[in-house]
């Protein structure tokens, strides 16, 4: 079976970041620091393709980095480590409801894969408990299902006002960062962003880009803070009650 995977790596950093496709529309990512050799896996809904991608590259798995308890971002959690051994870092909040946790994080907690750090970044609304692993250094934000390109995670636990404060730690971070997402769902939350910004030039050149990768079944993601600032609608709402407009009017669209 064989697994579209990308790289994407600039000259400066010392983090490898490879993106897994899984289940129908799900992205896994393979982080290897390379300096050290270290790996880390974000949000293993699945264990075969991870698995398929190591035993090709004749890599072992050091960690798995959860953002929250969904099972298609932690059902290859179990598998993963019973064959690597793997230490499984997610929320504290969570550790009662993610299969495997070893290590339960907190705001601002920094976690060591080999030499690369990452900072936590506790951001509630898709469930309450959500963090975004945010490597500073390499300008790469691993946000699980709290922002899409173009869209949010739906607020299964948390209030609108919950994830308008996580939106707004997120926007508060350098705009070249690169945000990997845990979903392939670009296209449709951009026709989305088109009915409530019909003249946003930003957005319908982004969406000519978007249909443009799709058309040839390549990821959108990652995408720059900087462009989701300019074309997501639920970022720019710039108040949680907008926000909460904004957030329902998509989901009676879906
Ligand atoms: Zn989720």
Not at 151 to 180: C, H, N, Q, V
Not at 202 to 215: G, H, N, P, S, T
Request: proline residues 4%; contains cysteine.
């Amino acid at each position: 079976m064989l697994y579209a995977i990308k790289q994407h790596k600039s000259p400066e950093t010392m983090l490898n970041i490879e993106l897994i496709p899984a289940f129908e529309d799900n992205y896994i990512y393979l982080l290897t620091d390379t300096e050290t050799g270290t790996t880390a896996i974000v949000d293993p809904g699945d264990a075969t393709p991870v698995q398929h991608v190591l035993d090709e590259r004749g890599l072992t798995l050091d960690y798995i980095l959860n953002t929250h308890h969904h099972g298609d971002h932690t059902g290859g959690n179990q598998a993963l480590k019973k064959r690597y051994g793997c230490t499984i870092i997610g929320p504290a909040a969570d550790k009662h409801r993610i299969p495997g946790i070893d290590h339960g994080t907190k705001e601002s907690d920094i976690v060591s894969i080999g030499d690369s750090k990452t900072k936590i970044l506790e951001t509630h609304g898709h469930t309450m408990g959500h963090i975004c692993f945010w490597f500073q250094d390499d300008r790469a934000l691993f946000c699980g299902d709290t922002l899409f390109s173009m869209s949010t995670g739906r607020l299964f636990e948390g209030t609108p006002e919950d994830m308008w404060a996580s939106l707004t730690k997120i926007s508060a971070l350098p705009d070249d960062t690169m945000i990997y997402c845990a979903h392939e769902y670009t296209e449709e939350n951009g026709e989305f962003c088109l009915t409530v910004e019909p003249n946003n030039e930003d957005l319908k050149a982004r969406m000519d880009e978007v249909r443009q990768l799709r058309a040839q079944d390549k990821p959108t993601l990652p995408v720059s803070l900087a462009t989701e600032k300019k074309t997501n609608a639920m970022l720019r709402a710039g108040s949680a009650t907008r926000y909460a407009a904004i957030r329902k009017m998509k989901d009676d669209w879906d």
